[in-house]
């Protein structure tokens, strides 16, 4: 139950509310504000239908739209609105309207599942970090599919969605060498030793040979089985490629569905295996040229860290490293990347929770965080999460010139009995950007064009590497702030009566402390962080444009120090 507005919906409810937030967020749909005599209302007309809901413009200009109080006009009434006719009448084109009806019904379907199926408790303070992952079945508190999953049945949905909590094995492929790249720790064998077993790296190889196999001409690749039953019939491109079976350990999903952490040996590593659905507002597969990459960047990542004390002294930030890839194909589709656990990292009374487990309600209708509010006080404790969670990445950014994407399943929050402590990141592979010439050191940067033949006639803006600081400013604001930070902001004034803007406004002060500090006035300056306004990307009308272009909208600033009211036109909204 998403803050605070999904408590008490129904999935189509939330759902619909969703759907209009983003729509009225990024600009779809002309609106203003109405007094009837039970009050004011948002209001906009959509092909001939009239609309009103009760509503709050917050941080951002994100607009939190009151649960139940969507309402269509009908002659001298007003009536609940409801999803179909909305999304009958949506400025879209019609495949992707299609394609959006069936990505929400999906996402209804499968939260209809949850609520008869799952026995969700009273509270899940108490849970380990597994079992959170697990446990936090909301989903994405602003994209209204979020639980797509396209090409999941209710059964696909039982065996492998991270609610349910079961463990499945991973199926193995033994892949023709020429159509295998690879980016393995150290010597081949003794990495799948390793990281299987030995026991189980020879039943592998006694299966490989009994099919008239042998590793000087294969190499392996493991699979989520779901994607092996979407694909089994479609390898044929792949030679001479001998299906190994089922193997291993077991491994439960994440919050991602894709990543798959290991509750046979939690120690181990997890594994991001590639999915062909989609969920949100991106397909789940992963992108070819970020495969071998990936243990390239997670050690340029963890140098520059390694090279600044601030990183261990005053900004603690742990990167779960991203050390192997295999992949298969040239879509993506047959692809595995091989995380460092978290477990063994912890500190002794160290726990670790999601970050997004911060943005809940429990069903006891308390914030996941109150006991730890409420023993340490809510200033002190916000004042310490902004200097363990917002500092470490802004660190990064302003100090080394380095964004990462830190959004809530991206982040986890290390706490010692609810007091902040370390912030850890993950999944880099797909979400590093840097300007060469902002870089504090340019000589740890990796040569990319030595790493992949796709980079070397690659423009900027389409890999890692970005023209303008102003690109960094807006995957680090967009992720941390827009889509992150705001939902704890505006939890906090609805549980806590902390005004969005006071929360904005102390943030503000830390930041300008942080470069005053560390003499980087002049480096924050050119990322314009505290513009009265800014571009943010709109999430939903990219999939809205049939996921061809970035599209982008404007929106005011509460970290500037006059932060300017955006005129809603449908000029604001760009498409490149």
Same mark, same amino acid.
């Given at each position: 139950?998403?803050?605070?507005?999904?408590?008490?919906?129904?999935?189509?409810?939330?759902?619909?509310?969703?759907?209009?937030?983003?729509?009225?967020?990024?600009?779809?749909?002309?609106?203003?504000?109405?007094?009837?005599?039970?009050?004011?209302?948002?209001?906009?007309?959509?092909? &001939?239908?009239?609309?009103?809901?009760?509503?709050?413009?917050?941080?951002?200009?994100?607009?939190?739209?009151?649960?139940?109080?969507?309402?269509?006009?009908?002659?001298?009434?007003?009536?609940?609105?409801?999803?179909?006719?909305?999304?009958?009448?949506?400025?879209?084109?019609?495949?992707?309207?299609?394609?959006?009806?069936?990505?929400?019904?999906?996402?209804?379907?499968?939260?209809?599942?949850?609520?008869?199926?799952?026995?969700?408790?009273?509270?899940?303070?108490?849970?380990?970090?597994?079992?959170?992952?697990?446990?936090?079945?909301?989903?994405?508190?602003?994209?209204?599919?979020?639980?797509?999953?396209?090409?999941?049945?209710?059964?696909?949905?039982?065996?492998?969605?991270?609610?349910?909590?079961?463990?499945?094995?991973?199926?193995?492929?033994?892949?023709?060498?020429?159509?295998?790249?690879?980016?393995?720790?150290?010597?081949?064998?003794?990495?799948?030793?390793?990281?299987?077993?030995?026991?189980?790296?020879?039943?592998?190889?006694?299966?490989?040979?009994?099919?008239?196999?042998?590793?000087?001409?294969?190499?392996?690749?493991? $699979?989520?089985?779901?994607?092996?039953?979407?694909?089994?019939?479609?390898?044929?491109?792949?030679?001479?490629?001998?299906?190994?079976?089922?193997?291993?350990?077991?491994?439960?999903?994440?919050?991602?569905?894709?990543?798959?952490?290991?509750?046979?040996?939690?120690?181990?590593?997890?594994?991001?295996?590639?999915?062909?659905?989609?969920?949100?507002?991106?397909?789940?597969?992963?992108?070819?040229?970020?495969?071998?990459?990936?243990?390239?960047?997670?050690?340029?990542?963890?140098?520059?860290?390694?090279?600044?004390?601030?990183?261990?002294?005053?900004?603690?930030?742990?990167? $779960?490293?991203?050390?192997?890839?295999?992949?298969?194909?040239?879509?993506?589709?047959?692809?595995?990347?091989?995380?460092?656990?978290?477990?063994?990292?912890? &500190?002794?009374?160290?726990?670790?929770?999601?970050?997004?487990?911060?943005?809940?309600?429990?069903?006891?209708?308390?914030?996941?965080?109150?006991?730890?509010?409420?023993?340490?006080?809510?200033?002190?404790?916000?004042?310490?999460?902004?200097?363990?969670?917002?500092?470490?990445?802004?660190?990064?950014?302003?100090?080394?010139?380095?964004?990462?994407?830190?959004?809530?399943?991206?982040?986890?929050?290390?706490?010692?009995?609810?007091?902040?402590?370390?912030?850890? $990141?993950?999944?880099?592979?797909?979400?590093?950007?840097?300007?060469? &010439?902002?870089?504090?050191?340019?000589?740890?940067?990796?040569?990319?064009?030595?790493?992949?033949?796709?980079?070397?006639?690659?423009?900027?803006?389409?890999?890692?590497?970005?023209?303008?600081?102003?690109?960094?400013?807006?995957?680090?604001?967009?992720?941390?702030?827009?889509?992150?930070?705001?939902?704890?902001?505006?939890?906090?004034?609805?549980?806590?009566?902390?005004?969005?803007?006071?929360?904005?406004?102390?943030?503000?002060?830390?930041?300008?402390?942080?470069?005053?500090?560390?003499?980087?006035?002049?480096?924050?300056?050119?990322?314009?962080?505290?513009?009265?306004?800014?571009?943010?990307?709109?999430?939903?009308?990219?999939?809205?444009?049939?996921?061809?272009?970035?599209?982008?909208?404007?929106?005011?600033?509460?970290?500037?120090?006059?932060?300017?009211?955006?005129?809603?036109?449908?000029?604001?909204?760009?498409?490149?």
């Amino acid at each position: 139950m998403p803050l605070p507005e999904a408590q008490h919906e129904y999935p189509e409810q939330r759902v619909l509310r969703q759907l209009v937030e983003a729509l009225l967020f990024e600009q779809r749909l002309p609106w203003g504000w109405q007094a009837f005599e039970e009050g004011d209302f948002l209001c906009w007309q959509q092909q &001939g239908d009239v609309y009103r809901c009760r509503a709050h413009v917050g941080a951002f200009d994100r607009v939190r739209i009151r649960a139940g109080s969507l309402q269509r006009r009908e002659g001298d009434d007003w009536q609940p609105a409801g999803l179909a006719r909305l999304l009958a009448t949506l400025p879209a084109l019609d495949d992707a309207r299609q394609r959006l009806t069936d990505e929400l019904a999906q996402t209804v379907r499968l939260c209809r599942w949850n609520q008869r199926r799952l026995n969700v408790p009273l509270s899940r303070r108490g849970l380990d970090y597994a079992g959170l992952e697990s446990a936090l079945d909301e989903g994405h508190p602003y994209h209204p599919c979020f639980k797509a999953r396209t090409g999941f049945s209710e059964q696909d949905h039982e065996e492998y969605g991270p609610e349910a909590g079961r463990s499945f094995r991973l199926v193995w492929l033994a892949v023709p060498r020429a159509h295998l790249r690879q980016a393995l720790a150290g010597d081949e064998q003794a990495f799948w030793q390793d990281e299987l077993g030995e026991p189980v790296w020879r039943c592998l190889s006694e299966r490989l040979h009994r099919q008239g196999g042998d590793w000087h001409r294969h190499g392996l690749l493991p $699979l989520h089985p779901w994607q092996w039953q979407q694909l089994r019939g479609r390898l044929g491109g792949l030679g001479q490629s001998l299906f190994l079976g089922e193997a291993g350990d077991h491994y439960q999903a994440s919050q991602s569905v894709r990543t798959l952490l290991n509750v046979s040996h939690p120690e181990r590593a997890s594994i991001k295996l590639a999915m062909s659905m989609v969920n949100t507002s991106s397909k789940r597969i992963i992108e070819p040229h970020s495969v071998c990459t990936a243990p390239v960047i997670s050690r340029w990542l963890q140098q520059v860290v390694n090279s600044d004390a601030l990183f261990a002294e005053r900004y603690p930030l742990v990167l $779960l490293a991203e050390y192997a890839g295999v992949i298969a194909d040239d879509q993506g589709e047959l692809a595995a990347i091989w995380r460092q656990s978290l477990t063994p990292l912890l &500190g002794e009374q160290e726990r670790a929770v999601p970050f997004n487990a911060l943005m809940m309600v429990e069903r006891d209708g308390r914030p996941f965080a109150d006991d730890w509010i409420g023993r340490h006080g809510l200033e002190p404790w916000l004042n310490r999460l902004f200097e363990v969670v917002v500092l470490p990445v802004w660190h990064l950014l302003v100090a080394h010139g380095i964004a990462l994407e830190a959004h809530g399943q991206n982040m986890v929050l290390l706490h010692e009995h609810g007091w902040p402590s370390r912030l850890v $990141l993950r999944d880099f592979h797909e979400s590093v950007e840097y300007v060469p &010439g902002f870089l504090r050191d340019p000589g740890l940067a990796p040569d990319f064009s030595a790493l992949d033949p796709c980079y070397r006639q690659a423009e900027p803006n389409q890999y890692y590497w970005m023209e303008t600081p102003e690109w960094l400013r807006e995957l680090v604001m967009d992720t941390l702030f827009v889509f992150n930070l705001s939902e704890v902001s505006w939890l906090l004034e609805c549980h806590y009566g902390l005004p969005e803007a006071r929360f904005w406004s102390l943030l503000a002060i830390r930041l300008a402390a942080h470069a005053e500090e560390h003499g980087l006035q002049a480096r924050l300056a050119e990322l314009g962080h505290d513009a009265a306004t800014f571009y943010t990307e709109s999430l939903l009308t990219r999939k809205l444009s049939g996921n061809r272009v970035e599209c982008h909208h404007l929106v005011s600033n509460p970290l500037s120090p006059q932060p300017t009211p955006v005129t809603r036109a449908e000029s604001n909204v760009v498409c490149e």
